[in-house]
């Protein structure tokens, strides 16, 4: 047993090395995101905020000051959210110049008669459903395509021209302010994007749970961090408004199709493109007349199995595609806030190997116990690395545990701490689908539109589980 023990420790060794570079590496990196984030707040603290008030809603224009506002909600087997999703739309922003196109499929009879029902019944002309010409499920950003025609021949039609293109999803809660703040910000910048906030699920506190610890910390500290430095900021798909005419730029660069129908994440090229053209984004955190956030909200996948499918879809779209797609254009801000994002298949194997470094360390341990070996020292500069990165660690945890009470509160905070080892698993799992996917993309399968099933939350729900 001696041998084989020699041969588990080198093994373990090696393995604990390459983990503990790559996590020091990826940790420090995001240190440095914390610390621009602080220095931002408090710049901002000590030079805006000393003289001026924070804006919140009740400093916003009334609704229906700023439109036409255009509404995208591309719906593929929905029939189960798409009513109470439309009808909150139509309750929330039943004074605001909005126009809602719903894309529909000729093949989806369920989800069409739906939307029909819900016209019928509540919708009047705000609402316009748009059949696709193809049978679905196409691709979200064809869907998308689908409807930016539908808005332009409405265009011409009502002799107007739109303000904003709104995307959102059909299973998402929108907030009641929301067009009221893309539609004062739209003139001004390329996109306007709004916080997303998943909702809590009492079913799911592990699986569900762990968006909303990755989305409190993303949209409360990283794309304001993108904004601060100059780097373009990536559109979420929902809660984000588009400027017109930025918006149809890109169009006309692409036969008017602003939206590439070969994408999975077209969103977030979006985004990235108008970046590109010189567009501003801007993260907008801005609170209503009772104190919570103007946000998105929505359940997002509550099993393993589609957690694993989403997160797969955007790793293919931002870290595999995207890097074939988009380049390394832009400064070192724009390169630098790239690689954070297309670090995500190599992030999870260097937790996998982490992993399996920590389960040969235990088996090194017993094996040496068991024949009354003593252990054998960590080889330098191993033991120092591994300090270094069990601090970055902690430091990680207590950062993310601070936005998620935040946003949630502390027990969700709590929460927090296991379930980033959730989130670690979910991400290797998802890499390896992701890389699988795209070695089939590789040798000519087409890239579909892999959505996970939704549900609609109880409207008590949707206000009082995100704060």
């Known amino acids: 047993m001696g041998p084989a023990l020699a041969a588990l420790e080198l093994l373990r060794n090696e393995l604990l090395l390459f983990a503990a570079i790559g996590l020091l ?11 621009v984030y602080a220095a931002r707040r408090l710049w901002r603290s000590l030079t805006v905020y000393s003289r001026i008030r924070r804006m919140t809603a009740r ?29 909150g739309c139509l309750e929330k922003w039943r004074d605001d110049d909005v126009q809602i196109f719903v894309g529909v499929y000729a093949n989806d009879r369920p989800t069409i008669d739906a939307v029909v029902d819900l016209i019928a019944r509540h919708g009047g002309d705000r609402v316009l459903p748009v059949v696709n010409h193809r049978d679905g499920p196409t691709t979200k950003a064809d869907c998308l395509n689908q409807l930016w025609h539908a808005m332009r021949r409405w265009e011409r039609r009502e002799g107007r021209d739109v303000l904003a293109v709104v995307l959102h999803d059909a299973e998402d809660v929108v907030h009641k302010d929301a067009l009221r703040v893309i539609g004062l910000l739209a003139p001004r910048f390329a996109l306007v994007q709004l916080p997303v906030l998943p909702l809590t699920s009492a079913r799911s506190r592990w ?17 304001a961090v993108r904004e601060a430095v100059g780097a373009a900021l990536p559109s979420a798909g929902v809660g984000c408004g588009f400027n017109r005419a930025a918006l149809g730029r890109i169009a006309a660069a692409r036969g008017d ?27 907008v955190r801005m609170r209503d007349a009772d104190g919570q956030v103007i946000a998105t909200r929505e359940y997002f996948p509550d099993t393993l199995s589609a957690a694993i499918r989403q997160k797969a879809r955007w790793t293919v779209g931002i870290a595999l595609a995207g890097w074939d797609r988009l380049g390394w254009t832009g400064g070192w801000r724009e390169r630098w806030m790239r690689l954070r994002d297309r670090r995500a298949a190599l992030a999870a194997l260097i937790l996998l190997t982490a992993y399996v470094g920590l389960i040969l360390s235990a088996s090194v341990n017993a094996g040496a116990w068991l024949i009354g070996r003593p252990l054998s ?9 591994l300090a270094m990165t069990g ?16 946003a949630y509160g502390p027990v969700e905070a709590l929460r927090s701490v296991p379930r980033t080892f959730i989130a670690n698993f979910i991400a290797m799992l998802a890499a390896r689908r992701a890389v699988g996917i795209y070695v089939r993309h590789l040798r000519g399968e087409a890239l579909a539109w892999d959505k996970t099933a939704h549900r609609f939350p109880e409207p008590v729900l949707a206000t009082a589980t995100a704060r």
């Not at 699986?207 to 794309?223: I, N, P, Q, R, T």
């Open 25 to 35: 590496i990826g940790g420090l990196d995001d240190l440095l995101i914390d610390l």
């Open 59 to 87: 400093d916003l224009p009334p609704a229906g000051a700023a439109g036409p506002i255009a509404v995208f909600v591309p719906a593929w087997d929905e029939a189960d959210v798409i009513v109470p999703m439309l009808r």
């Open 207 to 223: 699986v569900a749970g762990h968006y909303c610890d990755e989305f409190a910390e993303a949209h409360g500290k990283s794309l």
């Open 257 to 283: 199709l602003p939206f590439d129908a070969s994408s999975l994440t077209e969103d977030y090229e979006l985004g990235l493109l108008l970046g590109d053209e010189g567009g501003r984004g801007v993260m």
């Open 377 to 385: 020292p960590l080889p330098p500069p191993l033991p120092a690395l």
């Open 391 to 406: 601090v970055i660690l902690v430091w990680r945890l207590l950062v993310r545990m601070i936005f998620v009470w935040s």
